[in-house]
């Protein structure tokens, strides 16, 4: 059973960094890969950044936050982090920690198979 718990999301102003966390309990021989995914209100979810476990593996980044935020892991704790830097007003939405079994690049949300139930980054301008 993979039990996905997140933490750190919050209130900052434009241009302000959050750390958001999802474990420790985030990891079985079931998945392969972690993601962050948000819903905006009105918007329909999407794939923001996605980390293959293991060790060194292979992260992919939606366009809107390329060189903004950084998905990393510590896989002795099973936990994967998501450092979210010069955060703008489009970055408000709710985060979702997933995980699931792919293959490659950020999965659709319907291939990912255990999530949480989210936490509400809000970034005022």
């Known amino acids: 059973q993979v039990h996905l718990v997140e933490s750190g999301g919050g209130s900052v102003q434009a241009g302000g960094s959050l750390r958001l966390s999802c474990g420790p309990s985030a990891y079985t021989d079931s998945t392969n890969v972690m993601g962050w995914y948000r819903q905006a209100p009105g918007k329909e979810r999407e794939g923001v950044a996605v980390?293959?476990?293991?060790?060194?593996?292979?992260?992919y980044y939606a366009d809107s936050v390329k060189g903004r935020f950084t998905i990393s892991e510590d896989p002795p704790k099973k936990t994967v982090y998501l450092q979210m830097n010069s955060l703008k007003p489009e970055d408000t939405a709710t985060y979702y920690c997933?995980?699931?079994?792919?293959?490659?690049?950020?999965?659709?949300?319907?291939?990912?198979?255990?999530w949480g139930k989210g936490t509400l980054v809000t970034v005022s301008s």
């Open positions: 980390i293959y476990t293991g060790g060194g593996g292979a992260t």
């Open positions: 997933a995980a699931g079994f792919y293959s490659h690049s950020i999965p659709p949300d319907y291939a990912m198979d255990y």
